[in-house]
């Protein structure tokens, strides 16, 4: 099947120079990659588009028209705007259910590893275990790891399903006494993830609920049901594999290195991945005795996040050019578990001698290799599949390796903890008041959170880029998840040379006086990790909040998913409107086929949580946009905490 290959490089493809350079070499040949299946597939439906189509029950589809009154309702009557509620509400049950198994995957390790079942893992960061606990409420003093591991994995597993009203732990434990406050005055409090989202497909079939603020509440309560199995991941991931430390490494394709048996790790959790690293390790000598440089591992998507942050591993890909990695000829093996895979790499690797190896049961591709991972024999079955990299190795066809030279450094590692160790640097006693000080002072306009996906709807990086250099060119402080931070990986923007080229004066200025207190090199961007590591991001924010006695909608803080695609990121956004932040989104959700809906979560929802939806595909205006939102924070806060100098009060009383 021919296509038009000039969608790759002319609206809707990629800025990526390494994704384009490869892109080209196929040029005019039958391979199709998502860019131009995203061809073949425009014009999208409109209804699809803004969420008016009913699929719920089986007398449809509905395809209403908010405009035309006798298309205004379904068959059954469901009118426009609870159709297009339940299907944002469906959204982020399918966001929330992704992110807690994966959490939950996570503690049950942690509990094996407590009951002396698996012997392959163990307990790497005990100062955090502790701090885990501890902040759950658990008694830490005389307890020895193993113990205190079991009581936090329970806990963990106990917020998936609990009998009673009581909310979840890692959700209360994590947020200011503001947002505890709010969402149980909003009955937003979930009390197990695993009945919420069950909940939420009942509220949603057909013949249920038909309000749409009923609707929305239920999918903030949804979304943060995801937010506690993201901080669940995160918290358990950093006990058993470590808390990322700063580190130096590289990032886009040019990592993929010919010389060596090329192994990629592409998906979510790090049980499988970490795995693979230490087999690689083990088995390097016999690569070198197939005449290769030795093994390199390379990470796509969320899990090269985390293998970026813990062990310095290359990032070689995020989601959109996760096929263009095999397309250089040069990966041998890529290991997959969870999310965010593209079916297409089953085909793709097809045209060239790479395995496609599948992990998990609950997402296989027909035709891959399948293993069925199993913690138990973790290693050895992680030793198993890099021998498939090596046999793999010597059926390369070296006609076909052609890998671009486009790479970069990336300074990445910023857990929360590191974060905190550099500020700690300039003020001991208080690390967080280095960031709100220099808020207060007028040096930084506040911080940006850049998460979320690549969405072939825009070209791929392009928003993350231009929204970021205009708000770091605007004194922004900027941390970033995900595929946004891979973005900035590939692009160089996690390195020192980037703050001279793109950082406003002040921001400048902040950033070397840290470094300079710490006597190291830092990134213009601060890499805090995969998409569960929001929660890292999240925690920053409570920690500001709580530094400046006001709770999270006062803070001056944004969050931007400027390319978001996924069902998590969609729960993601809506737990972070929930918070109390602004959220840009720069792909538009279903949602506009609703003014109701619409006005709900761009409006309305911040006179009720102090968070809304910034929905803005411009990647100029939306800068423009979060920059004011920063500023209306900052300039209140200063001039209620006047006030409260002046007269003795607390800031922001009665605001
Ligand atoms: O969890 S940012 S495309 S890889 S969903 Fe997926 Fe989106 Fe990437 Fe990670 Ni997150
Ligand atoms: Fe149509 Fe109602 Fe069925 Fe939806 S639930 S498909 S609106 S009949």
Redesign the pocket.
């Known amino acids: 099947m021919g296509t038009n290959k000039k969608g790759q490089t002319n609206g809707h493809g990629t800025i990526d120079p390494a994704s384009l350079a490869v892109l080209e070499r196929y040029e005019g040949q039958d391979t199709l990659t998502s860019y131009d299946r995203y061809q073949v597939q425009s014009p999208q439906c409109k209804f699809g588009l803004t969420g008016t189509c009913c699929r719920i029950c089986v007398q449809g589809p509905c395809r209403l028209m908010e405009d035309r009154p006798e298309r205004s309702r379904g068959i059954c009557g469901a009118p426009v705007y609870s159709v297009v509620a339940r299907n944002m509400a469906r959204l982020m049950a399918g966001g929330a259910s992704s992110h807690s198994d994966h959490g939950r995957h996570i503690a049950n390790i942690l509990l094996a590893i407590a009951e002396g079942k698996v012997s392959d893992y163990e307990i790497t960061d005990g100062d955090k275990l502790r701090a885990v606990a501890q902040r759950i409420g658990l008694e830490v003093e005389g307890k020895g790891e193993d113990v205190l591991a079991r009581e936090v994995a329970l806990a963990a597993l106990e917020d998936f399903g609990r009998p009673d009203e009581s909310p979840c732990q890692f959700l209360v434990a994590n947020i200011t006494e503001g947002r505890r406050a709010k969402f149980n005055h909003c009955d937003v409090l979930p009390s197990s993830i695993d009945r919420t989202v069950v909940q939420m497909l009942a509220q949603t079939t057909m013949g249920m609920d038909n309000d749409p603020v009923n609707l929305i509440f239920a999918g903030i309560k949804t979304s943060l049901a995801d937010y506690t199995g993201m901080h669940i991941a995160t918290d358990i991931s950093d006990i058993i594999f470590g808390t990322p430390k700063p580190t130096v490494s590289e990032a886009n394709l040019g990592v993929i290195d010919p010389d060596y048996v090329n192994v990629a790790t592409h998906g ?1 959790n790090p049980t499988l991945s970490e795995m693979v690293v230490r087999a690689a390790r083990e088995l390097n000598d016999k690569a070198k005795a197939l005449g290769a440089k030795g093994i390199n591992v390379v990470g796509i ?2 899990t090269g996040n985390e293998l970026l942050g813990r062990e310095g591993v290359y990032l070689a890909a ?2 959109a050019s996760q096929e263009l990695a095999i397309m250089t000829g040069a990966v041998d093996a890529i290991i997959v578990d969870i ?2 895979i593209m079916p297409s790499l089953k085909p793709v690797c097809d045209c060239f001698h790479t395995r496609l190896i599948t992990t998990n049961k609950m997402a296989k591709i027909p035709g891959a290799i399948h293993v069925d991972f199993k913690e138990e024999t973790a290693f050895a079955q992680a030793c198993q599949m890099v021998e498939m990299a090596l046999e793999a190795y010597k059926e390369r066809d070296r006609s076909k390796v052609d890998v671009p030279p486009h790479k970069n450094k990336v300074i990445a590692g910023f857990s929360l903890e590191a974060l905190l160790d550099l500020f700690r640097a300039v003020n001991p006693e208080s690390p967080v008041k280095v960031l709100t000080d220099a808020i207060l002072a007028g040096e930084l306009r506040g911080v940006a959170l850049f ?4 969405n072939l709807r825009t070209p791929q990086d392009r928003n993350h880029l231009t929204i970021f250099r205009e708000l770091v060119k605007n004194d922004v402080f900027v941390i970033a998840t ?3 931070a891979g973005a900035m990986a590939k692009a160089g923007m996690m390195t020192p040379e980037a703050i001279e080229e793109y950082a406003g004066p002040k921001l400048k200025a902040f950033l070397q006086r840290l470094s300079e207190a710490n006597g190291v090199e830092l990134p213009l961007a601060f890499h805090m990790g ?2 569960v590591d929001n929660s890292r991001a999240h925690d920053l924010c409570t920690l500001m909040a709580d530094e400046l006695g006001i709770d999270v909608p006062k803070v001056p803080f944004v969050a931007t998913a400027p390319e978001d ?2 069902e ?2 969609i729960a993601i956004g809506t737990g972070a409107v929930a918070m109390g932040l602004p959220v840009h989104v720069g792909v538009m959700p279903p949602i506009d086929g609703s003014s109701l809906v619409f006005g709900l979560t761009s409006q309305i929802a911040r006179d009720v949580y102090g968070g809304n939806f910034i929905f803005e595909p411009d990647p100029e205006e939306a800068a423009r946009k979060l920059l004011a939102a920063l500023d209306r924070r900052t300039w209140k806060l200063g001039v209620h905490r006047m006030a409260a100098e002046k007269y003795g009060t607390r800031p922001a009383v009665s605001w």
């Open positions: 979510h998507c969320c995020n989601q999310q965010c998460c979320g996906c690549n995900g595929c946004s995969s998409c695609m996924h998590k990121a």
